[in-house]
């Protein structure tokens, strides 16, 4: 996987551009900034926005590409980031330490992605939140992105099952208009969910 994508991040342009996902700018304002995990972060785009309105971020992905590309992208914006490599498999996060966590078009395989997924929840605080935008099953039949094999697509179901132990703010199935660089472009089927957990 870190092959495929080093190699598609190896363009100078950032594929998905450098501007934050519509969905996680919306969500990621409306919360006081504290500690940040965005998971399968790519060139950066999101944890650079985060970081301008304050927040303290870490970013992980698989690729040695796309993390020369984010932390150009941060120093272009006057802000730093923390920027790990790592194979999810081996995915290790520290306990109840994360304000929020944000899961934007980052596509697993179902066991890997409940192992992960069940890590991110423990990795939150109490009242910690988790952002997610990503494409529905029937994004299959579109070109506006996203994996080509509907097993590593998404489904309201999905969610229900794997963020039962959280607090449902927000679970919907849309259609929406994407225009992230030419890696994200057109009329797209997203999974959008907000979910916090419980706690005092």
Known sequence: ????????????????????????????????????????????RNAVYAAKLGWKVDAIDFSNTAKTKALSLAEKNSVTINYYIQDFNDLNLATDFYDAVGIVFI??????????FTKIIGSLKNKGCVILELFEKEQISRNSGGPKDPDFLYSLEEA??????LD?????????????????????????FVGIKPGQ
């Open 168 to 192: 449902f703010h927000l679970l919907n199935k849309e259609i929406v208009t994407l225009n992230e660089g030419k890696g994200h472009k057109g009329e797209a089927v997203v999974v959008r």
């Open 107 to 116: 596509h697993l395989e179902e066991e890997l992605r409940k192992k992960v």
């Open 160 to 165: 229900i099952s794997d963020f039962k132990d």
């Open 1 to 44: 996987m870190s092959e495929f994508w080093n190699k598609r991040y190896s363009a100078e342009e950032y594929i998905f551009g450098t501007e934050p996902n519509e969905f996680f700018k919306y969500e990621i304002e409306s919360l006081p900034p504290g500690k940040l995990l965005l998971l399968g972060e790519g060139e950066g």
